[in-house]
């Protein structure tokens, strides 16, 4: 008989999707974590015994508050805001906010768990945590995401601290939000500390975070393949999405050499078979953000491309793919008709973007497939040598930054290899090794600390 509190796989399954009724986004994000840590831990009798993936599972806490704020037209709108602290075994809480309407409690759960991981992968002290609010910024006036931020952070800023929780921007959330949330942060507490990462570079951001998450995917593309002799120059590249991962995943592949193919966004996806170059990336950063712009409007922008309404890109052949919109943005079916079109490898920009069914096609191919919490873990890792500059009241320059992003990227790379590989052939199971590295790093700080 196995001793008290060893519980096999099926049985943790059963119990988490009994205790979180409601939430398939959690229990499909642990559910795939779950798979490769019984088997790591299956002779590891502490990890049993302590109950460690049970207890990472269950987050330390979820704060959800009302967020109260007045329109334009004066109306009083009522929108709930979260946030969740899932872990802070290595550090303090840190993951982004995101402001979107489709974020529920499930979505943020299995946003923090997810950043637990990923946080210990770069090897920076940091927690996992993540928030947002079902709030859609689009369309709304700048003086209407001013009062909503005021009033989402009247509340959180209870909750968070440069030591306790640091948030960071998600979907919705970018220059323009952390500025206007860090204003109030600052105001109603008058300290002015590294509460929060994103900001801006004249209130203490750090160079190249804008940019790290992009980047980051594509070096973490690029150690993949050079580790069998090939890289991203002259390869054909699909990427989802269009904001700010997917643009500068975008304009770092052409910067080595790629070419993209494909944009998106939540209307449909933009076809360039001629390559979207710097110059169109520009403009689609400026379009997005500054105008904020639809993608369609790009195919009447540049001739020769096309707007496919409604789709998403996955059908367009390619070598590479980058998904880089939201989650479950990949089924098992276009993930089928990526491999049946040669794509060779994928890197995930985006947090848990391909659905467990097309995780199992990646993995049946065996083609390279980096899973988000590896592969996009650069935007998080400048965040965290963003605190590190506020504590210390220093700007590092761009170049030093660049490196230090390329090294993190490098060493989440080995951590993978390290722990996905198998005796007796070559392919490397990424999503094996993200989730037992990351794993292995946060539990033997809990067993450190006994039972807390
Ligand atoms: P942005 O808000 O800048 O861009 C999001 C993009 O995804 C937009 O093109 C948006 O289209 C599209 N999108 C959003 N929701 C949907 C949907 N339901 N269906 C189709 N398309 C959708 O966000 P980010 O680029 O910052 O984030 C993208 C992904 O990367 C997310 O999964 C995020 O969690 C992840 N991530 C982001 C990090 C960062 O540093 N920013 C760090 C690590 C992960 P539309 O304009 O129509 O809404």
Known sequence: MAPPGHVDLS?????????????????????EVAEDIFDFIADKEAYHRWQILRRIAEPDRVVSFRVVW????????????????????IGPYKGGIRFHPTVTESVLKFLAFEQTFKNALTGLP???????????????????????????????YRHIGADVDVPAGDIGVGAREIGYMFGQYKRITNEFTGV??????????????????????????????SRLGNSVEGKTAVISGSGNVATHAAEKMVQLGGKVLTLSDSEGFIHDPDGITQEKIDWVKAHKTKRRG????????????????GQRPWGVPCDLALPCATENELTGQEAE????????????????????????????????YAPGKAANAGGVAVS??????????????????????KDIMQGIHERCVEYGGRAGTDHINYVRGANIAGFKKVADAMLAYGVV
């Open 11 to 31: 049985g943790f399954l059963e119990g988490l999707k009994r205790r979180n009724p409601g939430q398939p986004e959690f229990v499909q994000a642990v559910q």
């Open 70 to 89: 007045q329109d334009d037209k004066n109306n009083i709108r009522v929108q709930r805001g979260w946030r969740v602290q899932n872990n802070n075994a």
């Open 126 to 156: 940091m927690g996992g945590g993540k928030g947002g609010a079902n709030f859609n910024p689009k369309g709304k006036s700048d003086s209407e995401v001013m009062r909503f931020c005021q009033s989402f952070m009247t509340e959180l």
């Open 196 to 225: 929060l990462t994103g900001k801006g570079l004249e209130y203490g951001g750090s160079l190249i975070r804008t940019e790290a998450t992009g980047y980051g995917a594509v070096y973490f593309l690029e150690n993949m393949l």
């Open 294 to 309: 639809r993608i369609s409007d790009y195919a009447k922008e540049f001739t020769g491309s096309t707007f496919h309404a």
């Open 337 to 368: 008709l990526l491999v049946k079109n040669g794509c060779i490898a994928v890197s995930e920009g985006a947090n848990m973007p391909t659905d467990l069914d097309g995780v199992h096609v990646f993995k049946e191919a065996g083609i390279l």
């Open 384 to 405: 965290g040598l963003e605190m590190s500059q506020n504590s210390a009241r220093i700007s590092w320059k761009e170049a030093e930054l660049q490196q230090l992003l």
